[in-house]
């Protein structure tokens, strides 16, 4: 393959600074539970690091005690035990407490703690606690508001508030539990996260009313009681019905709701809750069934009437607004909203009338995160790839003439975080061969204040293999980024087996210039075996703007699968590349990617390793398959072609795959209708399943599963280890 002139140097620079590393590597050998579940081999971070409200002070837990620094000063002071915190909070009614707990700040002197049931504010220069208010224990999305005095949280299908002074009030009452409040709704998509949205002050409170009861119920059984457990859930499937959802408004002094008249059909997507800053308006960005119109519209917050429609976004293909809006310190009538109008996520300044302003970014990159405003509201920081695809820097704009300048220094992956006052910037980076370095960034010139940690290399006793970052071509040019690993005492006149990791669907980058190059130990682990270990972005993945990401609407596996294939092409290029004991390991989009090459291209991998695989989007959930896929009615021979059922009898090489018996967002029926076909068919593969696990196998049985498919890919690919 041809490397990109433009790349060339940043994946030489890689390169020799992997090379570097390698040379100061030791020799010790990972074990299975060093790759998983060892934390000392994580990069050192700083604890709970944040700041302290109001101010340009910093804490964070080091050694259960708080430390307290200034931007402005290096010195850094123990400002609070774990001990004296107990003792505090005990006096208050609460109960010892060992570790320290998560702090929220709520003034310059006073934080809150959230422990037992109870939130309690501590006051730094009375050294005392005291209760603010309790709620119940087996309270789940709990939500502090504002003005850290109230909590919104939910139990089973209901929502409560807990007021200062007052018993728990209960916001809903539903006794039909297909009815469900103040949840994340839609499934966490359309960059959904939760379901409860406090007013600025505090007074009102929106949140997601979710009625499912149209949606067909979805059997999971635990097989862990005897006899078996059915526990169903709503799972609503692409091309069927879909849950009907509304925003209520809670008041807190009237302990009232008014629910906003978002209107029919109700078949529609509510995301991208904003409150105006004087909270009589609630703004929602309205997407419909289709994904392909999006009204950002305008609500009485008092009333639930619908005001007017600020501006509307259409696409061909689908929209997905994910940002809420941004409104402008001291100008209650300006925002700013990221849209990928253009192709790409930028930065647009409106007025509430639904006028643009300015265009405040542009460009072929996108932005990621906005970080806040200064505190004269002159300035916006953002988070963007504008130096390449492989990093995220941070920058100031202008908000007169869109004028941006970068702030973050040294290539990698910075995530930053602004202070309360826009002063400063807590810079939490890392690079492939920097395993985190945590600064104090003057927001105005970009300068660092001061260095937080410099994070040792965990790894540096140990032997680990060259890591290179490089693009190569896709069939129209386009460049794919991947990630090559090769074994340790690396011979390139010896033959080596490959792994093939990947994911290659949407929302995910695997590929990128953070520590490691964004590979985990277990990969490393492979290559201490001998294996090269392989990773390719595909077009689909993020990162790359909404062109790259729709080359595979209607067809997902169809795009994805040529890229990956050109990725093997180049891997067989190389003279020490066995191209006859290459491999391939996926979860979920990489299950489906995984099982997708064993099936449509059979000759090119001795072995996969599929877990948790999407098999028949049919199968899949409403809204985001229909974003990617349409219909099963309106694209049916796209989910034809996709329904991997229809290609089990091409299977040559030996296929594991792994599901979780309770898997709630990739259902165990996928994989099963897989084995029943390859049974029908005459076909033999090997099957594994995890019981009670849901969707992805964490903890200690995560040693088990990587275990499982090490060896598989061991004995099938016959790799002789280094040691």
Request: hydrophobic content about 35%; overall charge neutral.
């Amino acid at each position: 393959m041809i490397f990109s002139n433009r790349l060339k140097g940043l994946a030489f620079t890689f390169l020799m600074a992997a090379a570097s590393l390698q040379v100061q590597a030791q020799d010790k050998m990972l074990t299975m539970e060093d790759a998983i579940i060892n934390p000392a081999l994580q990069p050192e971070n700083l604890r709970q690091l944040s700041w302290v409200a109001g101010t340009d002070d910093f804490t964070y837990v080091k050694d259960n005690t708080l430390i307290r620094g200034s931007a402005k000063s290096t010195k850094h002071k123990t400002i609070l035990t774990v001990d004296k915190l107990s003792v505090a909070l005990q006096a208050a009614g609460g109960k010892e407490v060992k570790n320290f707990p998560g702090v929220q700040w709520k003034d310059a002197n006073t934080f809150i703690v959230d422990a037992q049931g109870k939130i309690f504010n501590y006051n730094l220069k009375t050294d005392k606690a005291t209760i603010v208010t309790t709620y119940a224990t087996d309270a789940e999305n709990a939500e502090l508001d504002p003005t850290k005095q109230r909590v919104a949280y939910t139990k089973g299908n209901n929502l409560y508030v807990s007021l200062p002074g007052t018993a728990d009030v209960a916001v809903t009452n539903e006794k039909n539990e297909a009815i469900v409040n103040g949840q994340a709704a839609h499934r966490s998509e359309f960059g959904i996260s939760k379901g409860t949205f406090w007013s600025p002050t505090g007074k009102n409170l929106a949140f997601y009313r979710m009625d499912q009861t149209m949606v067909t119920d979805y059997p999971l059984v635990d097989v862990a009681p005897l006899p078996a457990k059915q526990n169903n859930i709503k799972y609503p499937m692409a091309g069927g019905k879909s849950h009907h959802v509304t925003v209520g408004v809670y008041n807190t002094a009237t302990k009232q709701t008014t629910f906003l008249k978002t209107g029919e059909p109700a078949e529609q997507y509510l995301t991208n809750i904003t409150w105006s800053p004087d909270e009589k308006h609630i703004y929602v960005a309205v997407v419909n069934r289709d994904q392909n119109h999006m009204k950002l519209n305008q609500y009485d917050a008092a009333t639930g009437e619908f005001v007017k429609t600020l501006l509307e976004e259409k696409h061909e293909k689908y929209v997905e607004p994910e940002k809420g809006l941004y409104f402008v310190p001291g100008k209650s009538n300006q925002f700013v909203r990221v849209s990928e109008r253009t192709g790409f996520d930028h930065l647009y300044l409106y007025d509430t009338n639904g006028k643009e302003i300015r265009t405040l970014t542009k460009g072929d990159w996108m932005v990621t995160d906005v970080l806040g405003f200064s505190k004269d509201g002159k300035k916006l920081y953002y988070s963007s790839t504008a130096e390449s695809p492989l990093e995220r820097h941070f920058y100031s704009v202008d908000l007169s003439n869109g004028k941006s300048t970068r702030l973050s220094q040294g290539s990698g992956m910075h995530n930053a975080t602004l202070s309360p006052n826009g002063n400063y910037i807590l810079d939490n980076y890392s690079s492939q061969v920097t395993p985190r370095k945590i600064w104090v960034i003057n927001s105005k010139d970009g300068k660092v204040a001061q260095t937080l940690l410099t994070a040792k290399n965990p790894v540096a006793d140990y032997a680990l293999g060259e890591t290179t970052i490089f693009p190569i071509k896709a069939d129209d040019g386009t460049d794919l980024y991947t990630r090559m690993i090769t074994p340790p005492n690396f011979d390139k006149t010896k033959k080596y087996p490959v792994v093939v990791y990947v994911y290659g669907g949407p929302h995910l980058q695997l590929v990128t210039n953070s520590w490691l190059g964004g590979a985990n130990l277990w990969m490393h682990l492979m290559a201490q075996k001998g294996y090269i270990v392989f990773t390719l972005d595909p077009r689909g993945t993020s990162g790359r703007g909404l062109e790259f990401e729709q080359e595979t609407f209607r067809q997902l596996g169809t795009v994805e699968l040529a890229d990956q294939l050109r990725g093997v092409e180049y891997l067989k290029s190389l003279p020490y590349v066995d191209a006859n004991r290459m491999g391939m390991h996926g979860w979920s989009f990489g299950g489906f990617m995984t099982t997708s090459m064993m099936l449509k291209s059979p000759d090119t991998f001795k072995v996969g390793v599929a877990g948790g695989p999407v098999i028949d989007w049919k199968y899949y959930e409403v809204m985001y398959t229909e974003r990617y896929m349409d219909s099963p009615e309106q694209n049916p021979e796209g989910y034809e072609n996709a329904n991997l059922l229809n290609h089990v009898k091409n299977l040559k090489g030996k296929l594991l795959m792994i599901h979780g018996t309770v898997d709630d967002v990739v259902v165990w029926q996928h994989s099963l209708a897989f084995i029943k076909k390859a049974v029908d068919e005459g076909i033999l593969l090997d099957y594994f399943v995890y019981p009670g696990h849901p969707h992805n196998v964490r903890g200690k049985d995560r040693v088990h599963l990587m275990r499982k498919v090490t060896q598989y890919l061991d004995d099938n690919l016959k790799a002789t280890p280094q040691q």
